[in-house]
C-alpha cells in the first residue's frame, strides 16, 4: 500500500497545475477545430455527391437524346421516308397512280419551307390527373 501511496503523490506532483490550466483550453480548441473540419468534409462530400447524381442523370438525358436523333437519322435515309417526302412536297406519283384532287379541303400551310417533323415530338409526360370524389368511392367499392 505503500508503494501505491507514493506513485499517486509522485504523479500528482509532477504535472504542475499552470500546465493543466493551459492544456485544457488547448485540447477544447482541438477538439472544435477537429469537429469543424469533419463537419466541412461531410457537407462537401454531400455536395460531391449531389453534382454526381446530377451530372449522370444529364448524361443519361443526352443520351437518350442521341438514340432518338440516331433513330430518327436512320429513319430519313430509309426509301419509304424519302418516298414519302417527294409526294408529299414534290407532288411525286407513279406512272401507273392517279391522283385525284379533293377540293374544299384546307391545305397545311408550310411553315416557309421550313421542314417539320409532324410524327416526331418530344414532349414531357402528362401529370396523372387527379381523381374526383365519386371516382374515387366507384374505385374504393368496385376496384378499376
Excluded: C, H
Aim: proline content about 6%; cysteine-free.
Amino acid at each position: 500500500m505503500r508503494v501505491v501511496f507514493v506513485f499517486a503523490k509522485l504523479s500528482q506532483s509532477m504535472i504542475p497545475q499552470a500546465f493543466k490550466k493551459r492544456l485544457t483550453p488547448i485540447l477544447t480548441v482541438l477538439f472544435l477545430f477537429a469537429f469543424y473540419s469533419n463537419v466541412n468534409v461531410v457537407i462537401r462530400n454531400q455536395e460531391i455527391s449531389r453534382r454526381l447524381k446530377e451530372a449522370k442523370e444529364e448524361t443519361a438525358r443526352l443520351e437518350l437524346a442521341n438514340k432518338k436523333l440516331n433513330l430518327l437519322i436512320d429513319y430519313y435515309q430509309t426509301a419509304t421516308y424519302q418516298e414519302l417526302e417527294a409526294r408529299r412536297r414534290l407532288g411525286l406519283k407513279r406512272p401507273e397512280e392517279t391522283v385525284y384532287l379533293v377540293k374544299g379541303l384546307p391545305k397545311e400551310p408550310s411553315d416557309s419551307g421550313q421542314i417539320s417533323d409532324g410524327f416526331y415530338e418530344d414532349r414531357e409526360p402528362l401529370a396523372p390527373q387527379e381523381l374526383t370524389n365519386p371516382q374515387k368511392w366507384w374505385r374504393y367499392f368496385f376496384g378499376d
